[in-house]
């Protein structure tokens, strides 16, 4: 009798379990899709509302509009430049850095770790940053949207934790004995053995490098060196101030309707190079972050 309840216990449980899971499901599926069919729908119909879950009267306006922009693809180019050069100076950085504070034979090991620590909840601020970024001379320079940001303390830490937990002493003290160095046994054994955590890591700069805004709008002017964020965003501006100064009812109804379009057009384009990437690193991302994450 205890064996039968304990049995529709686990199948309610399930039950249950299921109908909250496909719950949290549509929540976050419904959203992107929607912007996926409003982008491919025409201007009309987003405005009006006719969008709910399906493109209605199938359009590439949006798309064309932005492409159309002479600085898309300049800002795709440079966007895909600092994206691959910003993940590889970052990824270097934080191998040197996690590698060296992963060993327990490591003099003051204690001491820089909680510099790295303090840096995580401490920082200069924005007036010294720009200063900073100003007197090193990398104002309008590819450099400005890489050095800044090259090293996340965060990641440091799964990566060191990772290196501490994952590669054994005994493997160490074993290459040691067969006359392998400290760079050597990194080059040929830890980094072979730390793919996972070498995945996620570069996914999680990949991303913050491509999604970089902020840094470009603070120490960027020339148009030439505008990341794909910031020609988007000067895109949509541009036509809502170009939408409010016209005087003309149909044509500002147009352009109302061409505003509304980009928006979704516009999280598209952005969007849609992580999100084909994504599926190439994704076997690597929960074993590498479950054994980096933090532990006591």
């Known amino acids: 009798m205890d064996t039968l309840s304990a049995a529709k216990g686990d199948r309610l449980f ?21 912007v996926l069919s409003a982008s491919f729908s025409s201007s009309s119909a987003v405005i009006s509302g006719k969008v709910w879950l399906w493109p209605v009267d199938f359009s590439l306006e949006g798309y064309q509009a932005v492409f159309r922009h002479r600085m898309v693809w300049t800002g795709l180019q440079n966007t895909i430049i600092y994206t691959a050069l910003g993940t590889v100076v970052s990824l270097f950085i934080t191998i040197l850095a996690a590698y060296p504070l992963s060993r327990s034979d490591f003099k003051g090991r204690r001491a820089f770790t909680l510099l790295f620590v303090f840096t995580m909840m401490f920082n200069g601020g924005l007036i010294p940053s720009y200063l900073l970024v100003r007197e090193l001379g990398m104002l309008d320079t590819i450099w400005a949207m890489v050095i800044p940001t090259a090293l996340s303390v965060w990641n440091v830490m799964i990566m060191m934790t990772y290196f501490r937990t994952s590669i054994p002493k005994e493997l160490l003290e074993s290459a ?58 000067d895109i949509l501006i541009q036509n809502q101030v170009s939408q409010e100064t016209l005087g003309d009812v149909q044509t500002a109804a147009a352009r109302q309707g061409l505003r509304e379009l980009l928006k979704y ?9 992580l999100l084909a990437a994504y599926p190439f690193v994704q076997k690597y991302f929960v074993k590498g972050i479950m054994i980096g994450s933090i532990k006591g």
Not at 14 to 34: D, K, S
Not at 265 to 273: D, G, K, M, N, R
């Open 14 to 34: 399930h039950i249950v379990n299921n109908a909250v899971l496909g719950l949290f499901l549509i929540i976050v599926l419904y959203p992107l899709l929607y």
């Open 176 to 233: 040691q004995m067969d006359g392998c160095n400290d760079f050597m046994f990194l080059l040929r054994i830890v980094l072979p053995l730390s793919g996972p955590i070498i995945a996620v890591v570069t996914l999680f700069y990949g991303v913050d490098q491509w999604n970089q805004y902020f840094n470009a709008l603070i120490f960027l002017k020339k148009e030439k060196l505008f990341p794909l964020q910031l020609v988007l965003r």
């Open 265 to 273: 057009s516009l999280i598209v384009v952005s969007s849609a190079p």
